[in-house]
């Protein structure tokens, strides 16, 4: 790869753009595809700073990490040391198991993840073998020839071979906000990185016109490699890795305080060092959920994969919570509440009646121009028919759509006429801007007030019977080779081109069920008022408060936080007006999600809670959406909100389930090692206990979530956690309690058989909690998952059988009379029932009106 390391060190922006193809070896029809491949495999992938995932092996060494594995570890040194070797052993078996389960779980979610992230890779319009080809991104190498229009995330750095009104924003690089013009041409050697008026770079992105580039440098060797370091941000916390955080903080608290309090108060009672240390320390590890981070990959990746089978592609993980969490939805009407098939229903002239030579005109404006793909355009050239001929006109030029004139015109050449003819069509209000006069049926006649008036009356009847609107107008103008935007002046106004787009088949009901799940649902658009407001009315959305763009333009800040809340409907919003509406609305305390496909959603996408695209929007769009939707449905997003809504509610189910009895157990062990003359448990038991609990927790993920937990937003609430913590934890420690009781009073049990009884009695209420609280109806009307219920089952068999199987001793564990496990029987049982009883009590305190707010 000798000529591309040359070009790319050098300033090929100061050399033509024939000496940069050269230096690469290409041409202005792009390389073969063999060639291509040679050329990735020295390049290497067009990526930058995202690397392969790591190796199995790097995978599961990552696990001993974990701090609380580094505890154990150490643990295991300390007894080594001091000659215990089985129990270093027994510590270290531990260890090996629990990494491996966990590794076992994130690197099977990590893999289902790239898997479906491949689904929505990025593609280029390359050529290749002089042909116009779809290119993974990722395959992109030096000499590549790059078509790009409006919408195209800039895949390298680059020459532009031509281009066409083209506009880059380049804010990702230069933190210039508006876009610059680039052209062909030299730039100086000097010139700086927005000085470069001939190079476009990767990172940014296409705002109108179109161009045609070739790659010079990819992947690590782009300006946005360079200084990635640089302008790189931390994505901003969402609310359920804040929550993790602080429950992060709040275990961390717990854990100190009684392993402190322990180890000194074991010192004090003249316990030996050593002992007293393991102990403390297996008490630390017994506290915290160690299987949380794994527990929470594998419950969002399959939530991941239950949604992707379901239509839904998630692109970043964290943002299932908050799809759960989303209590406001923002969408533009277009194809999400319409068909998005736009059929195009009259094209008259300027007094209301049918005109050929209007559509006519349509045609060749559709037809011809190359720009961005749209669906209006779509529509007319959908409506051509078998007797049209358009083969009289030939394409002069083009003024590409920006949206800033709203508007785009073609210029045509007609055979043997003198004159080449400018026909623009956007926005009526746009086009009548660029107008001096309106065609009549008599001829051409002054644009005056009362024109104007006249047509604007139209336009809003057309509207309110539900029929977008768009302007047509043309000029004549003598023959040359090519054109500008101040061309598009003294146009005369020919007509209007009308479109119908319905609503969906049964959208109503679609929004009803968003509503009962708790989620109202905004209109931003930049179409007419009087548009959004006749179909907010046919779908059953209120339409009462409706804030266009020209009114939100005089609104500050704070005016918008006071009126955005109680708005229905924005129209005729500015592009750029999105992202306020956004910002003001997450102001207001709503979690929300903003679904968008536009050049101009970015913005909007990337301050919502939940930015949502679909398959078939740009680049820019896609890439700053946490979430692509195969299909333009809301069903498909309904879908998606309840499977969010049952992975956050598995993950709280783990949290719940491991905080209370790891709460109340360690509690209880805690008290017990300062009463009894031995410890209550030793330090391999309490680690296999909380290996063997921790079991079943890894089937949540599976598990059936009851209803009502669906049936509305949720959101973290650590006081919650707390206080489910405390509550739930006092009922464990209190039958702990008499389980101690009965076997130091009852059974007069020595230290071995109390610490097995104990240790059975332990795990059983551990597992049996996991069937109480994984519902907040009672345990029999709501099922477990098969795989939930099994290991359940299993590992209840296990601990049972635990005391006769071979190599108990080594736990210390010996077998127990018929009368203990009887006790131990009904021990469970009791508790069972004060645990339902708990959260009868529990859940109706919290959903007390005026006490709490819910988890």
């Given at each position: ?22 230096r690469?070896?290409s ?7 063999s060639?291509?491949q ?18 199995p092996?790097?995978a599961?060494?990552?696990q001993?990490?974990?701090?609380l594995?580094?505890i154990?570890?150490?643990?295991a ?26 590794f ?11 898997a ?11 050529l ?7 290119v ?5 190498v030096?000499?590549d ?12 750095d ?20 508006f876009p ?52 790189a ?21 717990i ?22 240390l ?13 299987l949380?981070?794994?527990?929470i ?33 923002c ?6 509440l ?20 209007v559509?006519q ?9 190359s ?19 358009l083969s ?21 050449r ?12 956007g ?9 001096s006069?309106?065609?009549t ?14 047509i604007?009356?139209?336009v ?19 023959q ?12 005369a106004f ?5 479109f ?31 548009v ?5 009315e046919?779908?059953?959305?209120p339409?009462?408060?409706i804030?266009?763009?020209?009114e ?26 999105k992202?306020r ?22 913005p ?44 956050f ?9 491991t ?11 805690a ?6 003359p ?6 391999p038991?309490?680690?296999l206990?909380?290996?063997l609990?921790d079991?079943?927790?890894?089937a949540i993920a599976t ?14 609430d650590?006081?919650?956690?707390r ?70 089952l299993g590992?209840?068999?296990?601990a ?9 001793d ?8 018929a ?7 009904a021990?469970?049982?009791?508790y069972?029932?004060a645990?339902?009883a ?18």
């Open positions: 790869m000798e000529r591309e390391q040359v070009s790319a060190d050098s300033a090929y922006w100061s050399v033509p753009a024939e000496t940069v193809l050269a690469l070896g041409t202005q029809s792009g390389l073969s595809s060639e291509a040679v050329r990735l495999r020295k390049a290497g992938p067009n990526l930058i700073g995202r690397k392969a995932g790591p190796s092996i790097v599961f060494l990552q001993f990490r974990s701090p594995v580094l154990l570890i150490f643990a040194i300390v007894s080594a040391f001091i000659g215990e070797g089985s129990e270093a052993v027994i510590i270290g078996i531990i260890v090996l198991a629990s990494c491996v389960l966990s076992t779980q994130e690197y099977g979610a990590s893999k289902a993840m790239q479906l992230t491949a689904q929505i890779a990025r593609k280029a319009v390359v290749r073998n002089g042909e116009e080809a779809n993974a991104v990722e395959e992109i030096p000499g020839v790059i078509r790009l229009s409006a919408g195209n995330l800039i895949p390298a680059g020459v532009l071979l031509e281009a066409r009104d083209f506009n880059v924003s380049e804010a990702a690089l230069t933190g210039e906000t610059v013009v680039k052209t062909p041409g030299i730039s100086a050697v000097q010139a700086q990185l927005g000085q470069r008026a001939n190079a476009v770079f990767t990172g940014t992105s296409v705002r109108s016109g179109t161009a045609t580039m070739v790659a010079v440098c990819t992947g690590e060797r782009t300006e946005f490699a360079a200084i990635a370091g640089a302008i941000h931390a994505a901003p916390e969402t609310e359920f890795a804040r929550g993790i955080r602080r429950f992060g903080y709040l275990m961390t608290e854990m100190l305080v009684i392993v402190i309090i322990v180890f000194f108060a074991n010192l004090l009672l003249h316990r030996p060092a050593v002992d007293s393991l102990f403390s320390l297996a008490i630390a590890v017994g506290l915290t959920p160690e949380l981070p794994a527990i990959s594998v419950t969002l990746a399959r939530g991941a994969r239950t949604m992707a089978a379901r239509g839904v592609i998630v692109r970043r993980l964290d943002a299932i919570e908050n799809l759960g969490s989303m209590d406001l939805l969408t533009d009407k277009t194809g999400t319409t068909e998005g098939t736009i059929r195009l229903d009259g094209c008259r002239d300027v007094d209301g009646a049918d005109s050929p030579r559509r005109w349509a045609l060749l404006n559709a037809t011809l121009q720009g961005m793909a749209n669906p209006l355009d779509q529509g007319i050239a959908a409506s051509k028919r078998l007797d049209d001929d009289t006109h030939a394409k002069v030029d083009e003024i590409p759509y920006d949206f800033i004139r709203k508007r785009l015109s073609v210029i045509v007609q055979k043997d006429a003198g004159d080449d003819l400018l026909i623009c069509k926005a009526v209000q746009n086009v009548l801007e660029a107008c006069s309106v065609l049926g008599t001829g051409e006649q002054p644009l005056g007030e009362r024109e104007a008036r006249i604007d009356e139209k809003r009847g057309w509207c309110m019977q539900g029929l977008r609107v768009l302007g047509l107008a043309v000029r004549h103008l003598p040359r080779a090519s054109y500008r935007r101040e061309d598009e002046a003294g146009l020919a007509g209007f081109l009308l119908l787009d319905p609503p969906k088949a049964g959208m109503a009901e679609t929004l009803k069920s968003l509503a009962h799940r708790g989620i109202r649902v905004k209109v931003i658009s930049g179409d007419n008022r009087h959004a407001e006749h179909l907010a046919i779908v059953g959305l339409h009462l408060n804030l266009t763009g020209g939100l333009a005089k609104l500050t800040k704070e005016a918008l936080f006071a009126r955005v809340g109680s708005t229905d409907i924005f129209a005729e919003i500015d592009p750029n007006q992202e509406i956004i910002s003001a609305l997450r102001r207001r305390g709503h979690v929300v999600g903003y679904l968008g496909d536009g050049i101009n959603d970015a909007a996408m990337h301050e919502a809670d939940v930015g949502i695209s679909v398959d078939g929007a740009v680049d820019v769009a896609r890439e700053a959406a946490d979430m692509i939707l195969l299909q333009r449905d809301l069903d498909v997003l309904l879908r998606g909100i309840d499977e969010g809504r049952r992975t509610a598995n993950t709280m189910k783990y949290i719940a389930v905080t209370s009895a790891n709460f109340g157990n360690m509690v209880s062990m008290f017990a090692s300062l009463a009894l031995f410890l209550p448990l030793l330090a038991q309490i680690l206990n909380n290996f609990s079991v079943p927790s890894l598990d059936n979530v009851d209803a009502d937990l669906v049936r509305m937003p949720r959101r973290w650590i006081s919650f956690v206080r489910f913590m405390v509550a739930f934890g006092l009922v464990s420690s209190a039958f702990d309690f008499a389980t101690f009781a009965f076997l130091i009073l009852l059974a007069e049990a020595t230290a071995q058989v109390f610490q097995t009884a104990w240790f059975i009695e332990s795990l059983l209420t551990e597992l049996a909690i996991v069937l109480v609280v994984r519902t907040r109806k009672p345990l029999w009307k709501s099922a477990p998952s098969a795989l939930l219920s099994w290991l359940t590992v209840t068999m296990l049972i059988a635990i005391p006769y199987l071979p190599g108990a080594w736990f210390g564990f010996v077998p127990l009379s009368p203990i496990m009887a006790g131990l029987a021990i469970t049982l009791a069972l029932a645990s339902e708990m959260k009868v009590w529990f859940f109706g305190r919290e959903r007390h009106p005026g006490k709490r707010h819910r988890s």
